[in-house]
């Protein structure tokens, strides 16, 4: 079965929260190697995108929740900083 969101295919939880925002995630997360000025640009870009659609954060953090780790039951030594668990 296909999952189709205004008329595109959606393969992965990344097409479907593309999708559901209306943008590309790496708006908002970047992309690896980007040069400051390209950072810079992509900031701003994100910040009106933001100012334009208040409601766009809240609906992100609510569409992503699901999909993030939990942290409440990370491994005991990652719950530490070396030295400082007895």
């Known amino acids: 079965m296909k999952d ?3 008329g595109h295919v959606a393969l992965t939880v ?10 590309d ?11 400051e000025s390209e950072r810079e640009a992509r ?10 659609d208040p409601g766009l954060y809240a609906r992100a953090l609510r569409a992503i929740a ?7 039951v990370a491994p005991v030594p990652e ?3 070396a030295g400082v668990a007895a």
């Open 25 to 35: 995630l790496e708006l908002f997360l970047g992309v690896p190697d980007e040069s």
């Open 4 to 6: 189709i969101v205004a």
């Open 14 to 23: 990344t097409d479907h929260l593309e999708l559901a925002l209306g943008t």
């Open 66 to 72: 699901p999909h993030l780790p939990d942290t409440s």
């Open 43 to 52: 900031l701003d870009a994100a910040r009106d995108m933001l100012a334009d």
């Open 79 to 81: 719950l530490f900083v």
